[in-house]
Structures are given as structure tokens and as C-alpha cells.
């Protein structure tokens, strides 16, 4: 249940926290989840289940338990963003952005030296890169980093 104050606290008493990776496939997303947060938030990613109604599912059981959550997608477009954005809000959530700065170029590198359902098709990153919008704190974030 969420405070006086619309801040749901975890069980250490800080303010949960939902986090959005935006980012090219081979950004480097889910290897700065491992360094920084697999310790501390839940990881929610696309990859991992069969849709986005799985995931916002997993999104909002977590955040209704106090637990922080990493939501590590291309997350490319505002449209995308918002459902996620609200979802967060709504549980009194401080909502982060994460925007992986990453040129064509190395994302096609890096995705190229993944093995199995971690290597995306070429064209993956071509059509993200063309609808890849960075976060912008308008958009209802409390915080945007750029990595």
C-alpha cells in the first residue's frame, strides 16, 4: 500500500523503484543490469516471456510487493514508454530512465558475438535505431541517465 504521500517504500524502507532501459539490441542493457542492479530490482525483459501483457503483469506484481524492477527492453518510442511510465506511477514508484547511447555500428558488433536467442537479426536494430526516441523527463520520469 502506497504512503500519505503516493510512495510505496520496499522493505528497506526506500522508495521502490521502476527503472526503463532504452536502448539498440547490443547497447549493452543487460549487461549493466547484471553490474548494477541484479543484486537490488526484479528483471523484467521482453525477451524472456511471450508478450507485453506478461510482462507488465510481472511489472506490477513486483512493484505491489515493494520490490524494484528493471524493465530491460529497446523501450524505443514515447508510445511504448507510457503504458510503462503510468504503471510505475500508479504504484508510487519513482520512475528512472536508463538511455544506452550506442552507434549502429556497435550494436551490430556486439550483437553479432552473441550466441542463440541473445542475437537479434541485423534488421532488428536497423528498424529500432529508426524509431528509437530518447527519454525525456516530459515524458514523467523523475530522472533520465545517459550510459
Same mark, same amino acid.
Given at each position: 500500500m502506497a504512503g500519505m504521500n503516493g510512495q510505496r517504500p520496499t522493505a528497506n524502507g526506500?522508495? !521502490?523503484?521502476? !527503472? @526503463?532501459?532504452? %536502448? &539498440?539490441? %547490443?547497447?549493452?542493457k543487460s549487461t549493466y543490469y547484471f553490474a548494477h542492479f541484479a543484486g537490488t530490482h526484479v528483471h523484467v525483459s521482453k525477451d524472456l516471456m511471450k508478450n507485453t501483457r506478461m510482462q507488465n503483469? &510481472?511489472?506490477?506484481? +513486483? &512493484? +505491489?510487493? $515493494?520490490?524494484?524492477?528493471? !524493465?530491460?527492453?529497446?523501450?524505443?518510442?514515447? /508510445? !511504448? #514508454?507510457?503504458? &510503462? @511510465?503510468?504503471?510505475?506511477?500508479?504504484?508510487? /514508484?519513482?520512475?528512472?530512465?536508463?538511455?544506452?547511447e550506442c552507434t549502429v555500428a556497435v550494436?551490430?558488433? #556486439?550483437?553479432?558475438? #552473441?550466441? $542463440?536467442?541473445?542475437?537479434?537479426?541485423?534488421?532488428? @536494430?536497423f528498424v529500432t535505431q529508426k524509431k528509437l526516441a530518447p527519454p525525456a523527463l516530459d515524458e514523467g520520469f523523475d530522472e533520465v541517465h545517459v550510459i
Open positions: 526506500e522508495r !521502490v523503484e521502476l !527503472v @526503463i532501459f532504452v %536502448g &539498440l539490441p %547490443g547497447s549493452g503483469m &510481472l511489472i506490477e506484481q +513486483a &512493484l +505491489a510487493a $515493494g520490490q524494484s524492477v528493471v !524493465v530491460d527492453n529497446t523501450n524505443p518510442s514515447r /508510445a !511504448v #514508454r507510457e503504458p &510503462l @511510465i503510468a504503471i510505475g506511477k500508479g504504484h508510487g /514508484a519513482r520512475v528512472v530512465a536508463y538511455y544506452f550494436a551490430l558488433t #556486439r550483437n553479432r558475438q #552473441r550466441e $542463440g536467442k541473445g542475437r537479434v537479426p541485423d534488421v532488428a @536494430i
